[in-house]
């Protein structure tokens, strides 16, 4: 069984900036993809970004990519998300996910964190 805790999330005006972690227990962190994706009321869980095992490969969703960055430090079991440019849309609970054998757009395994509310003001 893997457990996956998220923190860092909060409140944060247009164009600010938050980073998300991730903290993966239970096994081998190392050896899958992981990912983020949020949900914002109303609305489906949608994908936002993932990472191959290695952290060499990455991928993001259009409406993120060049403003949030996603990171992983296999010898810590965290993985990371910067987020920068924050915009109002940005608005929902974002969720770790793990699990998955290889890293692609809209990859997910079957882990999911509690996740974290990320508020961001106009």
């Known amino acids: 069984q893997v457990q996956l805790v998220e923190s860092g999330g909060g409140l944060v005006q247009a164009g600010g900036s938050l980073r998300l972690s991730c903290v993966a227990s239970?096994?081998?962190?190392?050896?899958?993809?992981m990912g983020w994706f949020r949900q914002a009321p109303g609305k489906e869980r949608e994908f936002v970004a993932a990472?191959?095992?290695?952290?060499?490969?990455?991928y993001y969703t259009d409406s993120v990519n060049g403003r949030f960055t996603i990171s992983r430090d296999n010898a810590k079991n965290t993985m990371y998300l910067q987020m920068n440019s924050l915009k109002p849309e940005d608005t929902a609970v974002y969720y770790c996910?793990?699990?998955?054998?290889?890293?692609?757009?809209?990859?997910?395994?079957?882990?999911w964190g509690q996740g974290t509310q990320v508020t961001v003001s106009s």
């Open positions: 990472i191959s095992w290695s952290g060499t490969l990455t």
């Open positions: 239970g096994r081998t962190f190392s050896s899958y993809a």
């Open positions: 996910n793990g699990g998955a054998n290889v890293a692609a757009r809209g990859s997910r395994g079957p882990y």
